[in-house]
T-cell receptor
Framework: GAVVSQHPSWVICKSGTSVKIECRSL??????MFWYRQFPKQSLMLMAT?????????EQGVEKDKFLINHASLTLSTLTVTSAHPEDSSFYIC?????????FGPGTRLTVT | DAKTTQPNSMESNEEEPVHLPCNHS???????IHWYRQLPSQGPEYVIH???SNVNNRMASLAIAEDRKSSTLILHRATLRDAAVYYC??????????????FGTGTKLQVIP
């Protein structure tokens, strides 16, 4: 099956700074990738759909200017959390869909101090 | 999105079978039933999926009700490594499988030694 990697696996940043999270599809080309966010003891919440070569589609309530998504190639999507605040601290997970299943990355733990 | 309902938590003794139920009464004819599980601090991993017929793989079995309004994930012999949150989700068929998927609350399975 496809392997999805994320980098970094964890990051600590200061309030007001920006953080970039990478998601790579290692086994096949992905025109679409999904970004999820998960708070402690909660389920995954879909944030946005990343589309190669075009703008991302954001879910209702997710600020597109705060969570910048770039899908520059068929194997890489990046999520940049701009002007991060403590409430942005969460577990961010990307996912690459295939015809039969979705492959998930290992997640990135973001802590904003 | 068609929604799924699962018990918040379940317990099982080690080496005994576990039956994890899921209700999806508003499922459409083109929705596949997927099960994923998430270990602590990791991304979800695929377990099994089906459409109408019962399915078996090396990890588990999936029993689907005749009316497709419910399904049951069966772990034949629970091990400590099976302790995780199990998510039952509906994945629409079509568009190459790249339609977005939303997660419900899932069932936290505790395996007792």
């Amino acid at each position: 099956g496809a392997v999805v990697s994320q980098h970094p696996s964890w990051v600590i940043c200061k309030s007001g700074t920006s953080v970039k999270i990478e998601c790579r599809s290692l086994d096949f080309q992905a025109t679409t990738m999904f970004w999820y966010r998960q708070f402690p003891k909660q389920s995954l919440m879909l944030m946005a759909t990343s589309n190669e070569g075009s703008k991302a589609t954001y879910e209702q309530g997710v600020e597109k200017d705060k969570f910048l998504i770039n899908h520059a190639s068929l194997t890489l999507s990046t999520l940049t959390v701009t002007s991060a605040h403590p409430e942005d601290s969460s577990f961010y997970i990307c996912s690459v869909p295939s015809r039969y299943e979705q492959y998930f990355g290992p997640g990135t733990r973001l802590t904003v101090t | 999105d068609a929604k799924t309902t699962q018990p918040n938590s379940m317990e099982s003794n080690e080496e005994e079978p576990v039956h994890l139920p899921c209700n999806h009464s508003t499922i459409s004819g083109t929705d596949y039933i997927h099960w994923y599980r998430q270990l602590p601090s990791q991304g979800p991993e695929y377990v099994i999926h089906g459409l109408t017929s019962n399915v078996n793989n090396r990890m588990a079995s999936l029993a689907i009700a005749e009316d497709r309004k419910s399904s049951t994930l069966i772990l034949h012999r629970a091990t400590l490594r099976d302790a995780a949150v199990y998510y039952c989700i509906l994945r629409p068929r079509g568009s190459g499988g790249y339609q977005k998927v939303t997660f419900g609350t899932g069932t936290k399975l505790q395996v007792i030694p």
